[in-house]
């Protein structure tokens, strides 16, 4: 039987992609032995995304968890980005500011990830963050600074190099 390789969620802006911080967070994670998930969508959703799977050899996939459009058969136009290996479609329309709402996709990304790294973002990424702590989940954000994720609780760490992001995961990953 094989073991079942744990999920690291990347949080962050869907619109503006933060391209030195995400990219770096995904070639870094596709060094590991694990999944990446995301929303998705663009910005940090895409930019992690084609970073981890650019890596030739890598163990993991690219998950999104995909929000459906007004139709609720139908995902959202612009989803999911192009690197979503397997996308998990959901009946789920709400984001942004709405993101805590029990019609939000974003219970599913902070359930189903082991750890979350926060990337700058505005209200979706702050109410990830929020349901990260709700739910107990190790979240982390790398940022310069913690105004770039307006609204996110003080008891998140921000972790402002890629070395301390990587020992944060690597800790949360390794712990019983």
């Known amino acids: 039987m094989t073991k079942r390789l744990p999920i690291v969620g990347v949080l962050g802006s869907g619109e503006e ?28 959703m895409t930019a992690v995304s084609r970073a981890f799977e650019a890596v030739p050899g ?6 999104g968890i995909i929000p459906s459009g007004e139709d609720p058969a139908a995902p959202r136009p612009g989803y999911p980005n192009p690197y979503v290996e ?23 990304n902070v359930l189903s ?10 209200a979706g990424t702050a109410s990830e963050v929020i349901l990260a702590l709700r739910y107990r989940r190790p979240v982390c954000a790398y940022l ?13 760490p ?19």
Do not use: Y
Not at 24 to 36: E, F
Not at 58 to 63: D, I, N, P, S
Not at 144 to 155: A, F, K, L
């Open 86 to 108: 397997l996308a998990i479609m959901t009946h789920l329309p709400l984001s942004g500011a709405s993101g805590t709402d029990v019609l939000s996709r974003n219970h599913i």
């Open 17 to 44: 992609a933060h391209a030195g911080k995400a990219e770096a967070v995904g070639r870094w994670l596709a060094t590991l032995p694990v999944h990446l998930l995301t929303g998705g969508g663009a910005g940090v």
């Open 144 to 156: 310069d600074d913690r105004s770039e994720i307006p609204g996110m609780p003080s008891q998140v």
């Open 113 to 122: 990830s082991d750890v979350l790294i926060a990337l700058p973002g505005g």
């Open 158 to 176: 921000v972790l402002a190099t890629l070395e301390e992001v990587q020992a944060f995961v690597c800790n949360r990953l390794s712990a019983p």
């Open 58 to 63: 890598r163990a993991g996939l690219v998950v």
